[in-house]
């Protein structure tokens, strides 16, 4: 649920309230915060950088929104290869239809 909210506020563009939401409600590393004020300036390759950090840590709750926000950056970085492969290591058994039929 406060990935949802987090994920609204993003798209108005309120990074003080996402930010609020994630150290106030989501108990996650720094690195989240850290990547949201990057992807609030719009630093793109240290958003991308940190959100992938983030995914490597087993005790984030909030590993959907940082896929999807992963996703943000390598759109805004033009990296269409990278994000083939990481969409495509998300559906199961390289099945895509997949992805339209669950969260992840």
Do not use: M
Request: hydrophobic letters at 35%.
């Amino acid at each position: 649920f406060p990935g949802n909210v987090g994920r609204l506020y993003g798209h108005l563009d309120e990074w003080d309230v996402v930010r609020g939401i994630f150290r106030d409600k989501v108990q996650c590393g720094d690195s989240v915060q850290e990547a949201l004020l990057a992807e609030a300036t719009g630093t793109w390759r240290e958003a991308r950088d940190l959100y992938q950090e983030t995914l490597q840590e087993t005790d984030c709750l909030l590993h959907d929104y940082c896929h999807q926000a992963l996703y943000k950056c390598l759109a805004h970085l033009s990296d269409w290869d990278k994000l083939n492969t990481n969409v495509r290591s998300q559906a199961a058994d390289g099945d895509l239809d997949q992805l339209w039929k669950d969260s992840w």
